[in-house]
């Protein structure tokens, strides 16, 4: 399964490196070279449930000592993973690149 460099618009990024881009990191085009992320609000949220999801049913799974709510817990987990792995892919700008200020 490839994904689609946002750079060169060729289908050259693994699924390890699209997986990589929802865990804050930056990879690079094996093509082009271009700089890519995921988009960073849409992993602001996801970061947010993941969270969530730990704090909530981890807490509650340790309390109750319930197999259910882990089980809960790693579905949930898993379900964010999937949903990370749909998360649109955004260009940057190479390091070296200073913005205009006129």
Known sequence: ????????RQPTLSLK?????????????PTCGGRICAQPII?????????????LFGY?????????YLGVLLGGWLLLDLL???CPLSRMRPKDAVPDRR
């Open 1 to 8: 399964m490839r994904f689609t460099c946002p750079h060169c």
């Open 17 to 29: 490196q699209k997986y990589l881009s929802g865990k804050w990191l930056e990879i690079y085009c």
């Open 43 to 55: 992993l602001a949220v996801l970061s947010f449930f993941y969270t969530w999801d730990v704090m």
């Open 60 to 68: 509650v799974a340790a309390a109750k000592q319930s197999w259910f």
């Open 84 to 86: 990370n792995l749909s």
